[in-house]
């Protein structure tokens, strides 16, 4: 019998090595996972991993499922108390609206993080496949990233078929605006100006100053954008537009109704992508 036993402890601990010695000294897959950003939250659940997230943002809406979890702040301001306590294997955040003082003081706390640092458009299925190898879940952010590299591929292709109907939206001047009133609009350097460029248009806002500069009416009006984009930042985006458009009735874009109200899916750098480049096709062959 204490033959048996002995045995079987060599063995374990033989098992033990040799799994350490397999896994190199990585981690073990992350089992509950903290999300501090929207587009992170969509990417967890898109890799099928929503079951092990213990706690979300506020503003984690999507999907329906995220507004159960338990909320630990807002982006800007995460509840380091409330962090701590729904005790994560892995906090995952985004260098662009989570402060990096927040991923020093987890990791003093020693606790893990997973900071997704895509800013444009063709950077984000990199930062979806360093995501899945963080949470091991490769082979699902591998389909994930190949699916909008391919709407990427896709929505670029206008620039080699010019006889494809794709073509009525190329060489189109096109203005996003993020808030109607003060007037801001994506400017170089974002997601969406990236976006209105591979789908062969120009963005009007393209030489601002900023990511996301202020703009007068006088400086739309000047360049005589073809298409105007209103991203979907309130409720009800139409009422808010209504006095902007109007101000600006005398461009051929609102005569003609090339006014378009998107979703907030080029918002986030996440698997709602698709959709949106979709959505900004649509908008830009509107005639």
């Known amino acids: 019998m204490r033959y048996n036993i002995s045995a079987l402890l060599l063995s374990l601990l033989f098992l033990n090595w040799w799994n350490g010695a397999a896994l190199c000294g990585a981690a073990p897959p992350p089992k509950r996972i903290i999300s501090l950003a929207p587009a992170m939250t969509e990417i967890i659940f898109s ?16 999907p329906g499922k995220a507004r159960n979890k338990t909320k ?43 900071v997704f640092a895509s800013r444009r458009l063709t950077e984000i299925p990199a930062g979806i496949r360093e995501m899945g190898q963080a949470l091991g879940a490769q082979s699902a952010a591998g389909r994930l990233a190949e699916n909008i590299e391919k709407t ?19 060489g189109k001047k096109a203005i996003f605006v993020i ?20 789908s062969g248009m120009s963005n009007i806002a393209a030489d601002g100053k900023v990511a996301y ?11 005589q954008p073809d298409l105007i984009l209103i991203g979907k930042g309130h409720a009800d985006m139409n009422a808010l537009s209504k006095d902007f458009l109007k101000k600006l009735g005398m461009l051929e874009a609102v005569r003609k109704g090339r006014v378009c109200f998107m979703d907030d899916a080029l918002y986030r750098p996440g698997p709602r992508i698709p959709a949106g480049m979709e959505e900004l096709d649509r908008c830009g062959r509107l005639p």
């Open 47 to 62: 890799l099928g991993l929503g079951e092990r997230i213990v706690g979300v943002t506020t503003v984690c809406d999507r």
């Open 72 to 114: 630990i702040g807002g982006m800007a301001n995460p509840s380091l108390e409330a962090i701590v306590a729904l005790k994560p294997d892995i906090v995952v955040m985004t260098s662009d609206g989570n402060p990096k003082a927040i991923a020093e003081r987890l990791r003093k706390l020693g606790i893990r993080t997973h």
């Open 152 to 170: 990427i591929r896709d929505a670029g292709s206008w620039h080699h078929h010019k006889s494809s109907p794709a073509s009525t939206v190329g």
């Open 179 to 198: 808030w109607p009133s003060p007037l801001i609009v994506a400017g170089p350097g974002t997601i969406l100006d990236d976006a209105i460029k591979i």
């Open 213 to 223: 500069p202020h703009f007068s009416l006088e400086a739309v009006i000047e360049r």
